[in-house]
């Protein structure tokens, strides 16, 4: 055998060591769950009895007879049209803000910073008492200054505005992201823009905004996933401020109230983990992984620079 | 303000340009920093209602008011003395220590492989990781909780969690990588001119350079487990005596009802370590926040 060959089969042997805990744990977590869940969704299987074949049994349930699928995709189609914009808008603007801080920058962006990091547990408490309709601090302040005051978490119609404040708290990554992004804009640009006699807001439009658009199109299809995966706020959220929770006895159907706070992952949970249908589960839980494979790969066909080479 | 910009080109005397131009510095100043104070109270208010709150009495606690009549310190110790919150404590240390230590481990070498070797199916393997990354963990959770309950008989305890992360974790690995793409492959070189092998290579030349790198990831990984809620939700909730504060937390407010007052200590107590953490790695924290989305 040539040197070059065994040099070689060394280098690949070399390889596959340094990727062995990976290969490893992507076969283990990822692969083999993935296709048993396929499996699944094709049985009755209740954890118990033996696994029986069904076709697509599972499927039609979930799609035409499971009460809470329909709600809580439009719950998702809604957090996706709202609540990503919203965060996607609010952290572009406070990442502008501080760039234009000059004073106290740094205690500032520590203040904004802060709520990103509240464990989304306490958070999410936190929400559901300062959002309390009867003696919550932002009620008492509304109606002390005469504006009506929503029932929010206690409200079908108010529970997903009342997310969103939530998710607005914790802009915290996004704004890190808009304000290095920002910070990268070439200043010469808006030098030449101001010696033109453009305004702020054309200076934006015509010179920021361009050169931050790869960011923005980043924070959107995060947030997309990220909305795919929401599952503790509302889950929490709703177990709260319903009132049934603590005795194990109780048994808490996710989306209160009325179906409003229901995600996708509270599905599978709901199907699999209090209903032990585990069938349906994985027929929701492949749902999940369709939209949300959609969505990365739209992340990096869009955004090449995921993938750069790495030399 | 388009006219204030344009009008002084006009205008003769400089004098009277650079006059308007201070007093248009001056009000912008003003605005930007009254709009900063405004969203630091945004940003703040909810915590400091929290923490009012959590020091109210028990009766106050029912009232409307926003400030304590009287400072009921005492209501941290009772939180504290709750059956169950110091194994809450333990449990969650053990989770978040131990799992990131495990990660940063497993997933350094993967990182280092994937930005710095030379392979067949490096683009494959790093697309597969994102995919694993962008995964939300309830696709694969029926056959994941089968294998851990059923065949290895480990529900009620957190080693589920754990032992996964002795296997590589898709975001750090992805968050190293980017980080050691960084490093010019020269200083790489030099070392493997001088005999080391790869191992050492990336022990002796690349840890530490990546420190900053390293630490982020530690830094998510500790957080990650800290919040995490669906976790132990699945695989600890028939034990409490294997509950974390972020699952525990919620089942203090069912045992309390209506005590806003120990409900938001229990809430302080549970985000104060967060906080405290990132005041001492601000720096490499929000470097790793501008890695996952900048550098790529």
């Known amino acids: ?311 | 303000m388009t006219q204030v910009l344009e009008r002084p080109v006009e205008l003769g005397p400089v004098g009277e340009a650079v006059r308007i131009a201070r007093r248009r510095a001056l009000l912008e100043w003003i605005a930007v920093h009254a709009l900063g104070v405004a969203a630091a109270l945004f940003f703040t208010l909810p915590f400091v209602f929290v923490v009012l709150t959590s020091l109210m009495s028990d009766e106050q606690a029912l009232t409307r008011d926003l400030v304590p009549d009287t400072w009921q310190w005492d209501n941290y110790r009772r939180v504290l003395d709750t059956p169950g919150f110091l194994t809450w404590w333990r449990n969650t240390l053990l989770y978040a220590g131990l799992g990131t230590v495990l990660t940063v481990v497993s997933s350094l070498p993967v990182a280092y492989a994937l930005a710095k070797f030379r392979f067949r199916g490096r683009n494959l393997s790093l697309m597969l990781v994102i995919a694993m990354m962008m995964l939300p963990p309830q696709v694969v959770i029926i056959p994941m909780y089968l294998f851990w309950a059923k065949q290895l008989d480990l529900s009620g305890t957190l080693w589920p969690l754990i032992i996964p992360m002795a296997f590589g974790d898709a975001f750090s690995i992805f968050l190293l990588r980017q980080f050691l793409l960084t490093i010019p492959n020269e200083y790489l070189d030099a070392a493997r001119v001088d005999g080391c092998g790869e191992l050492r290579t990336m022990l002796r030349v690349v840890v530490p350079m990546a420190k900053p790198g390293i630490a982020a990831v530690a830094l998510f990984q500790f957080f990650y487990a800290w919040n995490d809620y669906f976790g132990p939700q699945i695989y600890a909730s028939e034990n409490p005596g294997a509950w974390t504060l972020s699952y525990g937390l919620e089942s203090f407010k069912g045992a309390h009802h209506t005590d806003w007052n120990l409900t938001m200590a229990a809430t302080v107590l549970v985000m104060a370590p967060v906080i405290l953490v990132f005041f001492f790695a601000q720096k490499a924290f929000v470097e790793g926040v501008t890695l996952t989305g900048v550098k790529g």
């Open chain 1, 1 to 311: 055998m040539s040197t070059l060959a065994v040099r070689r089969r060394r280098s690949a042997l070399r390889t596959l060591a340094f990727l062995s805990p990976w290969l490893i744990g992507f076969s283990v977590f990822f692969a083999y769950p993935l296709i048993s869940t396929l499996y699944f969704s094709l049985m009755r299987y209740d954890g118990f009895n033996t696994p029986e074949f069904r076709g697509l049994d599972n499927w039609t349930y979930v799609f035409s007879d499971y009460p809470m699928f329909w709600p809580a995709l439009w719950n998702t189609l809604w957090l996706v049209l709202v609540m990503v914009t919203c965060r996607v808008v609010f952290g572009l603007g406070v990442g502008l803000l501080i760039t234009k801080i000059k004073t106290g920058a740094g205690v500032f962006r520590t203040l904004f910073y802060l709520p990103y990091l509240a464990p989304p547990v306490a958070a999410t408490l936190a929400f559901v008492f300062l959002l309390n309709p009867g003696t919550g601090p932002v009620n008492s302040i509304l109606d002390g200054m005469g504006l009506p005051t929503p029932g929010w978490f206690t409200d079908a119609d108010w529970s997903k505005p009342a997310l969103t404040a939530l998710a607005l708290w914790g802009v915290g990554d996004l704004m890190v992201i808009f304000m290095a992004a920002l910070l990268d804009v070439p200043k010469e640009q808006y030098e030449a823009a101001e010696l033109d006699g453009t305004s702020a807001w054309q200076r934006f439009r015509y010179v920021t905004l361009p050169n931050i658009s790869p960011i923005v199109l980043f924070a959107v299809v995060t947030g997309v996933i990220q909305t795919m995966q929401y599952y503790t706020q509302p889950l929490v959220a709703g177990k709260v401020a319903s009132g049934v929770i603590g005795g194990s006895g109780q048994h808490f159907e996710p989306g209160y109230p009325d179906k409003s706070t229901l995600t996708l992952p509270q599905l599978v949970y709901n199907l699999g983990f209090q209903r032990f249908d585990y069938g349906g589960a994985c027929v929701v839980a492949l749902v999940l992984f369709a939209l949300a494979m959609a969505f990365t790969a739209l992340l990096m066909r869009r955004r090449g620079g995921l993938l750069q080479a790495g030399d």
